[in-house]
């Protein structure tokens, strides 16, 4: 079960809870599963009803590319799956450590490279979404939206991207990209101890836009609350399937994407869809 569906763009009909591929490859740190565990994990997600799945061509490790596991798993594509990218601040390894105005990946001509890149690893002739990723939150330099905002319009309008998404951004820097192009969907940083995007999920809730947290259950660090594992007991549920349940009941326009190199894991975050948090959850959790 995945909790009900939203119109990614206005016209792509995805279930609440989607898949993040990250882990599957280790990147940029961490283990991985096998590649035959791997390959089993995405089909099971399609067959549990996912059909919105989260990667990069940059989530890759010791040969081992979220994209090319995700070609060999699944295509033929489903008539309805829809791959979401991400091009940007990441796309060249050297960039991590600059400041967001020195990042060679929001150059046009790199990002052409990170679209078409995408597109060649997973064997499409246009992608369903393409997320700009901007830097860190907390760093400075930050160049304007426009150039690389215009540059992904450009290979949208050649027909390789369908819609535009902005990640690692702020308030200020999601109405920027409204000015310019129309936005589907934000990708920050959100998750229940971690809460300093609540202004701009509510944005995005007041424009229809849709709002996917990264690391939903923390990432790398657990997510953490009071009264979390006692809300979890009381539901019989884990604490990551609450963390979740209560990510879908902030708001309608949330879309998750839990990433996990587990099979046991992943079908414990989809059964999150079925987890209704009562009004006393949701003021104990705050």
Request: some cysteine; hydrophobic content about 40%; aromatic content about 6%.
């Amino acid at each position: 079960m995945t909790t009900g569906r939203w119109a990614l763009g206005g016209d792509l009909s995805v279930a609440r809870i989607g898949y993040g591929t990250m882990k599957l490859t280790g990147w940029p740190r961490g283990d991985r599963p096998d590649r035959d565990t791997a390959l089993g994990i995405l089909r099971r997600a399609v067959e549990l009803g996912v059909n919105h799945i989260d990667t990069s061509y940059y989530y890759e490790r010791d040969g081992v590319s979220a994209n090319e596991l995700i070609r060999e798993a699944l295509y033929p594509y489903p008539d309805d799956l829809v791959i979401v990218t991400k091009v940007g601040a990441l796309v060249e390894g050297s960039d991590i450590a600059l400041p967001t105005a020195g990042k060679t990946g929001l150059t046009a001509d790199n990002l052409r490279r990170g679209v078409e890149a995408n597109l060649s690893s997973l064997g499409l002739d246009r992608m369903d979404v393409v997320n700009l990723r901007l830097g860190d939150l907390a760093e400075t330099g930050t160049p304007s939206l426009a150039e690389p905002l215009e540059a992904l319009m450009a290979l949208r309008d050649e027909g390789l991207i369908r819609h535009l998404g902005i990640s690692n951004v702020t308030a200020d820097e999601f109405a920027e990209a409204r000015r310019i192009a129309p936005i589907a969907c934000v990708q920050n940083l959100y998750n229940l101890s971690r809460r300093d995007d609540d202004p701009l999920v509510d944005a995005c809730t007041e424009a229809g836009i849709a709002y996917v947290p990264f690391f939903p259950v923390g990432g790398f660090q657990p997510v953490t609350a009071e009264h979390l594992e006692s809300v979890a007991a009381r539901h019989r549920a884990t604490t990551p399937q609450v963390a979740l349940a209560w990510l879908l009941a902030r708001s309608p326009d949330i879309l998750l994407i839990p990433g996990t190199g587990s099979l046991a894991h992943l079908e414990e975050n989809i059964a999150a869809g079925a987890l209704e948090l009562t009004a006393e959850d949701l003021a104990e959790l705050g």
